[in-house]
């Protein structure tokens, strides 16, 4: 099993499947994707979609809805909930924030537009030679897994960083995954220094654009 940070949200897996979650990417993943993963609806986690020629779709029944009016076909949408599995992809809830007065307030503070349309947020679990969770955009995520690769969202919040950056730790510090991959530190507006984690966690810290090789849970080193 292989794996990399594509920038923004987006991660690829090489394994037992070919699979590509969050696709709005900064670097191009392999050709042949077999699964495509949404989190949630938002353009920064869903806005290459259309650019990918080849994956099923798996994602909550109105981001489907959303993928169906960027030009994807029916076939290959697969809208599911948590609870659900395909392949070696288990669908757990969501809490990546995409609705709420709080929310609608940050988002027009760092935007200064109205949010985007909210969506049903999904957790993915992806069961390989390590198993990788992925959380979205969520600073908390209350799920009973441990997951052997945690990808957390590592940003400057528009308010209260500080504060926000601390959540994050304790949600990582909850997973006690050995691996953690920092997603979400490269966007221009909220761009932070994955370095800090380091200092914080225990874990493993794989924050660069290459491929990362897993076997019986383990990362192999050259």
């Known amino acids: 099993m292989k794996i990399r940070f ?3 949200s987006c991660i690829e897996i090489i394994g037992y499947r070919h699979i590509l979650i969050d696709p709005d990417f900064t670097a191009e993943p392999e050709p042949s994707v077999e699964y495509i993963c949404v989190t949630h609806g938002h353009q920064d986690h869903i806005g290459r979609l259309a650019e990918i020629p080849t994956g099923v779709v798996v994602a909550s029944p109105d981001v489907c809805q959303m993928a169906e009016r960027m030009g994807i076909s029916n076939h290959r949408l697969r809208p599911l909930q ?3 599995q395909i392949a ?10 995409t609705k709420g007065f709080f929310y609608n307030f940050l988002y027009f503070l760092l935007y200064r537009k109205k949010p985007e ?3 049903t947020p999904l957790s993915f679990l992806i069961l390989d030679d390590a198993s990788l969770l992925h959380i979205g955009d969520a600073h908390k995520a209350p799920l009973n897994v441990k997951p052997d690769i945690l990808c957390l969202p590592w940003r400057k919040a528009p308010l209260f960083t500080a504060l926000y950056k601390n959540v994050l730790v304790r949600t990582a510090k909850k997973f006690q995954a050995p691996y953690v991959i920092p997603i979400h530190h490269d966007t221009p507006s909220t761009k932070t220094n994955t370095s800090e984690l380091s200092r914080q966690l225990n874990s493993i810290i794989l924050d660069k654009k290459k491929w990362y090789s897993f076997h019986q849970q383990r990362l192999e080193t050259d």
Not at 88 to 97: A, M
Request: no cysteine.
């Open 6 to 8: 594509l920038g923004h």
């Open 82 to 84: 948590a609870g659900e």
């Open 88 to 97: 070696n992809i288990l669908v757990l809830p969501g809490y990546s924030q």
């Open 117 to 119: 349309p909210a969506t």
